[in-house]
């Protein structure tokens, strides 16, 4: 089922470094770098968690996007979500999941509706979270884009993100994560 917000895909190209290429408040490093799950966390620091689906389609993997376990041209199933804590948008999400990788027991990755995948992926004690990287998003950005669209004062000057390939039974999926205004993440 295919269901698109005005803005998919808002896509999130970027310059992905290493965490230690950036000089980083504690409290935004502790965020960007948690290697736990990023609902559960957020769940911890408001009393109703929700996610909203922007869109979900199949396409071909961006070069832009591809890395050493996800080709470019490859066929992935792409997924934007916003993730809210008490009715504040906390973070933009973009999963790219191989339709290779949504087999046997993974295919419930394909129709999550509005459940975290976060959440589904954490419940698996045999996932591997792979390397972290870390990029920055200026005012230039899609991502920008989505948070005027949204209305969102930015206070900050640029927003953060995160993004790391997961393994699931040998079969890879990459989630990327920003920060947007007004997140506890930003918060000291």
């Not at 230690?20 to 990023?38: A, I, M, Q, V, Y």
């Not at 050493?68 to 999963?95: H, K, M, N, W």
């Not at 995160?162 to 205004?181: G, Q």
Request: with cysteine; charged share 15%.
């Amino acid at each position: 089922m295919t269901t698109e917000h005005l803005l998919f895909p808002v896509q999130m190209l970027a310059s992905w470094q290493p965490p230690e290429t950036f000089t980083l408040p504690n409290s935004l490093r502790d965020w960007l770098l948690d290697p736990g799950s990023l609902t559960a966390r957020l769940k911890c620091h408001g009393q109703q968690f929700r996610v909203q689906v922007l869109g979900q389609r199949i396409q071909t993997c961006d070069a832009a996007e591809a890395n050493d376990d996800i080709t470019a041209g490859e066929p992935v199933l792409v997924r934007e979500v916003l993730l809210y804590c008490d009715d504040i948008p906390q973070v933009f999400a973009r999963s790219l999941l191989p339709l290779s990788s949504l087999t046997g027991a993974q295919q419930q990755l394909a129709h999550l509706g509005t459940q975290s995948l976060g959440q589904v992926l954490f419940n698996h004690p045999d996932l591997l979270r792979k390397k972290i990287e870390v990029a920055v998003f200026d005012q230039n950005s899609s991502v920008a884009n989505l948070t005027n669209y949204l209305a969102l004062k930015n206070t900050q000057q640029a927003l953060w993100g995160r993004r790391s390939v997961f393994v699931l039974n040998d079969k890879p999926l990459m989630v990327a994560e920003i920060f947007l205004p007004n997140a506890i993440a930003y918060q000291k």
